[in-house]
C-alpha cells in the first residue's frame, strides 16, 4: 500500500540557518512527489513538484528537493531559512496516473531569531 | 477569485445537526476531492470523483456523503454531526497529476 511518512514532527531552526524535511514514501511504481506549505490559519501552497527527470527540483521561495529512489526519499532542503517560512510542510505522493494522492503527516517549522 | 471556491469558511454546529459543505471550481477539472486534516494527521481522504457520474470512498468515508451536482460542483455533507468530526476540510481538484486546492472549511461540531 502506498504510503508517506514524515519522521520528523517538529523542528526548530534559527533564522539563517539550513533545514533539511525529511520524506520517504512507499509506492511500486515511479511516483509523481509533492511538497506543500501551510501557513498558520491558511489553505495548502504547492511549493515544488517532481514528475521525472531531473531528481533535484527547484520551487518556490527558495526551496528545493531531492528525489532518490534507492532510499525512496524525496527531502525538502532551503540554504538560509527564513522567518516566514514558519508553518506546517506537507509532503505527498501522488500514485498511477495521478488519480490518488497520499499525505504525510506533516512537519512543523519553527524558526527562531 | 480563488479558482477552487469553498463555502462556508468556518462553520460552528451542535451535535445532530446536518452539515453541508460546498465547493465550486472554475478550473475545468473533471476529478475533484474531499480532505480532511486533523492536528498530527495530515490529509486524509474522505471522498473523491473522477466525474459527475463517477463517486468513490476514500479512506475515511464513514459519517461523510458527498454529491458531484456538475462538473465545476461537489458537496460533502455530514448528515448528523458528532463532534470527532470537528476538523478542517478541503476541497481539491487535480489534472495532469497535480491536487490543488480551497482555501479550506473549518468545522466545529459542539
Known amino acids: 500500500a502506498q504510503s508517506v511518512t514524515q519522521p520528523d514532527i517538529h523542528i526548530t531552526v534559527s533564522e539563517g540557518a539550513s533545514l533539511e524535511l525529511r520524506c520517504n514514501y512507499s509506492?511500486?511504481?515511479?511516483?509523481?512527489l509533492f511538497w506543500y506549505v501551510q501557513s498558520p490559519g491558511q489553505g495548502l501552497q504547492l511549493l515544488l513538484k517532481?514528475?521525472?527527470?531531473?531528481?533535484l527540483v527547484q520551487g518556490i521561495k527558495g526551496f528545493e528537493a531531492e528525489f532518490k529512489r534507492s532510499q525512496s526519499s524525496f527531502n525538502l532542503r532551503k540554504p538560509s531559512v527564513h522567518w516566514s517560512d514558519a508553518a506546517e510542510y506537507f509532503c505527498?505522493?501522488?500514485?498511477?496516473?495521478?488519480?490518488?494522492?497520499?499525505f504525510g503527516t506533516g512537519t512543523s517549522l519553527t524558526v527562531i531569531p | 477569485d480563488a479558482d477552487v471556491t469553498q463555502t462556508p469558511r468556518n462553520r460552528i454546529t451542535k451535535t445532530g445537526k446536518r452539515i453541508m459543505l460546498e465547493c465550486s471550481q472554475t478550473?475545468?477539472?473533471?476529478?475533484m476531492y474531499w480532505y480532511r486534516q486533523d492536528p498530527g494527521l495530515g490529509l486524509r481522504l474522505i471522498y473523491y470523483s473522477f466525474d459527475v457520474k463517477d463517486i468513490n470512498k476514500g479512506e475515511i468515508s464513514d459519517g461523510y456523503s458527498v454529491s458531484r451536482q456538475a462538473q465545476a460542483k461537489f458537496s460533502l455533507s455530514l448528515e448528523s454531526a458528532i463532534p470527532n468530526q470537528t476538523a478542517l476540510y478541503f476541497c481539491?481538484?487535480?489534472?495532469?497529476?497535480?491536487?490543488?486546492f480551497g482555501e479550506g472549511s473549518r468545522l466545529t461540531v459542539l
Open positions: 505527498a505522493v501522488g500514485a498511477g496516473t495521478g488519480n490518488q494522492f497520499y
Open positions: 517532481y514528475f521525472s527527470g531531473d531528481t
Open positions: 478550473k475545468g477539472h473533471d476529478r
Open positions: 481539491a481538484t487535480s489534472a495532469g497529476g497535480e491536487l490543488f
Open positions: 509506492y511500486g511504481a515511479t511516483p509523481y
